[in-house]
DNA sequence: AGCACGATTAACT
DNA sequence: GTTAATCGTGCTC
């Protein structure tokens, strides 16, 4: 499956975010392929939005989100875990999706090992689990997920049913004042 | 130069 | 429901 084209990442981050549901993670390290289907994702978009890091503006940190959309905004938080989000919008206007969850599809094996100890409902249900299980971290931050071959790109993948897909505010976000907080801008599949 | 805190997770009680 | 783990980032001094 070929990568999905910049121009699908070029658009509002809200929609960009819901229509990522359904499309296909993956993660090609040489020979070996791990990925998995994408059910849950967040919007953060502008730098009004209080809850996304550009907030503070052009930063070494957010400028990856500046730049053309189709790229992989990855940052550490909590001083152990890497969140990976996907560039969108032009140049200039900074927004990202942040991937929460993904349903396991090809490399099971990899996964396994990865999140050793774990029951397998557990490998993928969130952000920074699903870096672990495959194996993302800072030095992907800022490549193009656009590129056959690449380490990471997004495919089609499973057709989602409109009423499969349920919005909610996003998690986390304690502390952010309205109306950010409560912004419908997290989607998930049922 | 110092500091408070975060788009989380796993292991507790 | 509570909390430790652990450190880069952005803000204040």
């Given at each position: 499956?070929?990568?999905?084209?910049?121009?699908?990442?070029?658009?509002?981050?809200?929609?960009?975010?819901?229509?990522?549901?359904?499309?296909?993670l993956?993660?090609?390290?040489?020979?070996?392929?791990?990925?998995?289907?994408i059910?849950?994702t967040?919007?953060?978009?502008?730098?009004?939005?209080?809850?996304?890091?550009?907030?503070?503006?052009?930063?070494?940190?957010?400028?990856?989100?500046?730049?053309?959309?189709?790229?992989?905004?990855?940052?550490?938080?909590?001083?152990?875990?890497?969140?990976l989000n996907?560039?969108?919008?032009?140049?200039?206007?900074?927004?990202?999706v942040l991937i929460r969850?993904i349903?396991?599809?090809?490399?099971?094996?990899?996964?396994?090992?990865?999140?050793?100890?774990?029951?397998?409902?557990?490998?993928?249900?969130?952000p920074?689990?699903l870096?672990?299980?495959?194996?993302?971290?800072?030095?992907?931050?800022?490549?193009?997920?656009?590129?056959?071959?690449?380490?990471?790109?997004?495919?089609?993948?499973?057709?989602?049913?409109?009423?499969?897909?349920?919005?909610?505010?996003?998690?986390?976000?304690?502390?952010?004042?309205?109306?950010?907080?409560?912004?419908?801008?997290?989607?998930?599949?049922?």
């Open positions: 499956m070929k990568p999905l084209p910049e121009s699908f990442y070029t658009r509002d981050t809200v929609i960009v975010a819901r229509e990522l549901l359904g499309k296909r993956v993660r090609q390290e040489g020979a070996s392929r791990v990925s998995g289907i059910l849950e967040e919007a953060y978009r502008g730098e009004e939005d209080l809850a996304c890091h550009c907030r503070a503006g052009r930063t070494p940190r957010t400028e990856v989100m500046y730049g053309p959309a189709g790229r992989a905004y990855v940052y550490f938080i909590y001083g152990m875990y890497w969140l996907i560039v969108t919008e032009g140049e200039g206007s900074p927004g990202a969850a349903k396991p599809l090809e490399g099971l094996e990899t996964i396994a090992r990865r999140r050793a100890g774990q029951p397998a409902a557990k490998w993928t249900d969130g920074g689990k870096t672990r299980a495959l194996n993302i971290d800072g030095s992907l931050n800022g490549i193009s997920i656009c590129q056959p071959g690449g380490p990471l790109y997004i495919s089609e993948g499973a057709a989602i049913p409109p009423g499969a897909i349920q919005a909610g505010p996003r998690i986390g976000l304690d502390g952010v004042p309205e109306p950010w907080r409560s912004k419908a801008w997290r989607f998930v599949v049922n």
